[in-house]
């Protein structure tokens, strides 16, 4: 068995995923960021001969370590260690951003599974950029990186203090700022144009978004429901968001 405390001596921004779809959509999209995979003994997945044949370091070590490391024991036997990556402000995003953008900007999100999922579904629908605050809500854990499948590491990503600072900074740029609410005032997202510069704005199902935000945004959107059952959750309600943001906007 291989050192298990290695991974204890990780450089301080290189991160830690889990989770055998995640790490193998790196694998197959950004084999160079993966400096070494965890695993247990004797366990047999293609992922690992798929590694192997990139070249990736396999290390073998206890179940009980890889939970230690993942801080969950929903690993499925896969820990990769991967390299820093850089997050981004928002004046350097709109130093390079496309004219035809869409941005996902996540307010109190403290759910991982929801955040990872909402950075997978941003990723799948082509948005440029992902926004969050480091101060209100989750953070990019072991366990959001595996509820994105590895969009985590795919999409851009920017990681600030102040979300009502990163609003005035892209209407600078630009940008239309959207927030998802159910208001009055909403407009359906069913017939909603979206604007070429666009930053879209979800909150929680409990906090939702902050009232300064709210008040920050140009316009507001909502996603009528046909059903029995009246709401969805965020990620699930994102998710047709961007899918209908991108039918009538920015592509």
Not at 25 to 52: D, F, G, H, M
Not at 68 to 79: L, P
């Given at each position: ?39 247990v003994?004797?366990k ?107 969009a ?70 909502y ?15 994102t998710?047709?968001?961007?899918a ?8």
């Amino acid at each position: 068995m291989n050192d298990p405390h290695s991974y204890a001596r990780l450089p301080p921004k290189d991160q830690l995923i889990m989770g055998a779809h995640a790490i193998d959509e790196l694998l197959r999209y950004a084999p160079e960021k993966i400096i070494q995979i965890y695993t247990v003994q004797n366990k047999k997945s293609p992922l690992l001969q798929e590694a192997k044949a990139l070249g990736v370091q396999i290390l073998t070590v206890s179940e009980s370590t890889l939970t230690k490391m993942a801080g969950s024991d929903s690993h499925q036997g896969f820990v990769a260690h991967i390299r820093g990556r850089t997050f981004l402000d928002v004046e350097t995003f709109l130093e390079t951003a496309p004219e035809q953008s869409l941005v996902l900007m996540m307010d109190q999100i403290f759910d991982p599974q929801n955040f990872g999922a909402l950075i997978r579904s941003a990723e799948c629908f082509g948005a440029s950029a992902v926004v969050w605050s480091k101060n209100r809500g989750s953070d990019l854990t072991p366990t959001a990186s595996k509820a994105s499948s590895g969009a985590s590491e795919l999409i851009p990503l920017i990681r600030i203090s102040n979300l009502a600072s990163a609003v005035d900074a892209f209407k600078k740029g630009g940008f239309e700022i959207v927030a998802a609410l159910l208001d009055p005032k909403s407009e359906s997202a069913y017939t909603f144009q979206c604007p070429e510069r666009t930053v879209l704005i979800v909150g929680s199902e409990g906090e939702g978004i902050q009232p300064l935000l709210r008040k920050k945004a140009d316009r507001s959107v909502y996603l009528p429901m046909q059903g029995k059952i009246s709401s969805l959750n965020v990620a699930q309600a994102t998710a047709a968001l961007l899918a209908l943001f991108r039918r009538t906007g920015p592509r």
